[in-house]
């Protein structure tokens, strides 16, 4: 079947009538899908048409679609507390369970836990949080938060504001204020900053991390709260840091009494092959956000985990300097009974270290794509991994926008054959993402990676 049905286009059209989405966009909605099933890395949409989902719904399903075990826990807490607040005085046992368990599992400085609902929030709680602690701590000039370009931390006011994603902006300014941007240890686009003089030694990664150190120096240490950062990039398209640029980062944030917040969204919980992604580095932050993957997206859950310092300053603030963030669905017990079940599959199931085998075996796939003139550069790390089309190989020159190649890929990509299902994911202008369910095939894989290469030869050419 390769047509939408008539109820699918009914069901579309009233979509349109009445639906508002997320970067809401028309024309992009043109030929949108009903998804209405799933099973393992496999959506289907109204017209029973199968797609490969190389996203993971949004990076977050990891443990695949339809497991019928996460409903049933939802049911059953449902079935006896459905709800019950977490503010100050009342708590519930799925709430505490998930932090007690997310304490054994994060790192090792990281031991008290506040949930939300999302990522967004997540982050805006975090930068709440940072400006909170140098209040605390007398110093209450530290409010300034530095992110990179292409940097994705949320859509609500904070956290769009530590975007560093441009097209994200014009229509919601003005920003929040006491955001600032700098280059991202982007190696495959990465100019050598003037600063850097003739010290060719030196590494996109330390040149990268430099920036930090220019941008603290430039606003002065005393009004600089924290950096944030998502350890490997993944909106931006898979932006892998070289090995020496995090530990760099966090030795310039300890000489300056800055703080890190890790935005761990998209790589908590295994997507990395890891429980947490810094870990491979060796550091650790101060604080750490997360959501996406601690339930595989069964039911909205985020938040933030804190070192011990800044939770002490929390436990011991009183009367005006009181803590007062909240949410009404922080710890909420359906979403921490759930995440608490999908932990225990990923451990149970040794979803961590399959995720990191998986994505061995998608780079092994990818790489000959990049012998294509138009395949600038195909990168990964753990199961994340982009495919970053170009339109001169020699000099790295894009495409003009107004010729559309992502689209156009992402659209044949879709295309059911008679020999292939379609595949479904999310694209940053011309990079192609792949961030597939910790649980696929090795041979789903394998057809994903065949559908892109098909796709590429169809748009761009052999």
């Known amino acids: 079947m390769s ?3 008539e109820e699918a286009c009914e069901v579309l059209r009233a979509d349109r009538a009445h639906l508002i989405h997320s970067l809401h966009n028309v024309s992009l909605h043109a030929s949108a899908h009903v998804w209405t099933s799933g099973s393992g890395a496999v959506l289907v949409d109204q017209s029973g048409r199968e797609f490969l989902d190389a996203i993971a719904g949004l990076w977050n399903v990891v443990v695949g679609h339809g497991r019928a075990e996460l409903g049933d826990v939802a049911m059953r807490q449902m079935s006896q507390l459905a709800y019950a607040s977490t503010y100050a005085g009342s708590s519930n046992p799925p709430a505490i369970q998930l932090a007690e368990r997310l304490a054994e599992l994060c790192y090792p400085s990281i031991n008290r836990f506040f949930f939300s609902s999302g990522g967004a929030e997540a ?16 110093y209450a000039e530290k409010l300034k938060i530095i992110g990179r370009r292409w940097g994705y931390h949320g859509t609500t006011l904070a956290a769009m504001s530590a975007t560093g994603m441009a097209n994200y902006w014009p229509m919601f300014e003005p920003r929040a204020p006491g955001f600032l941007h700098i280059a991202d240890p982007y190696s495959y686009r990465f100019e050598r900053p003037d600063s850097a003089g ?6 996109v990664g330390q040149m990268a991390a430099d920036l930090l150190e220019e941008a603290i120096g430039r606003e002065g240490a005393d009004t600089v709260a924290a950096f944030i ?3 490997v990039q993944g909106a931006a398209g898979v932006i892998v840091p070289p090995d020496d640029y995090w530990p760099r980062v966090r030795e310039i944030c300890d000489r300056h009494n800055v703080l890190i917040i890790a935005d761990e969204v998209i790589t ?12 491979r580095w060796g550091i650790e932050p101060d604080i750490v956000t997360f959501a996406k993957a601690i339930t595989s997206g069964y039911v909205p859950l985020g938040g933030i985990g804190m070192n011990d310092e800044i939770a002490e300053a929390i436990d011991t603030a009183e009367g005006e300097q009181t803590w007062m ?24 199931e040794g979803l961590i270290e399959r995720a990191e085998s998986l994505g061995r075996h998608l780079r092994k796939r990818l790489d000959p794509l990049a012998a294509h003139p138009h395949v600038g550069e195909v990168r990964s790390h753990g199961l994340m991994a982009a ?11 894009m495409f003009d926008p107004s010729e559309k190649v992502g689209p156009r890929i992402h659209m044949a990509t879709q295309r059911l054959d008679s020999d292939r299902r379609g595949m479904f994911t999310r694209l940053r202008g011309d990079c192609y993402l792949f961030g597939p369910p910790f649980v696929t095939s090795e041979e789903q894989i394998d057809e994903m990676v065949a559908n892109l290469g098909d796709a590429i030869v ?5």
Request: aromatic share 10%; net charge neutral; proline share 4%.
């Open 387 to 397: 495919v970053e089309l170009v339109a001169d190989k020699t000099t790295k020159a």
């Open 268 to 279: 908590a919980f295994g997507r990395t092959g890891d429980w947490f992604a810094l870990g």
């Open 229 to 231: 950062g998502e350890p």
């Open 3 to 5: 047509t939408p049905t």
């Open 198 to 203: 003739q010290n060719a030694e030196q590494t």
């Open 123 to 138: 982050n805006e709680a975090a930068i709440k949080t940072v400006r909170f602690y140098w209040r605390r701590r007398g």
């Open 325 to 348: 963030h909240a949410y009404t669905y922080s710890g909420h017990p359906v979403c921490c009974a759930v995440a608490l079940a999908n932990l225990d599959i990923i451990e149970r």
């Open 458 to 462: 169809e748009v761009l050419g052999s």
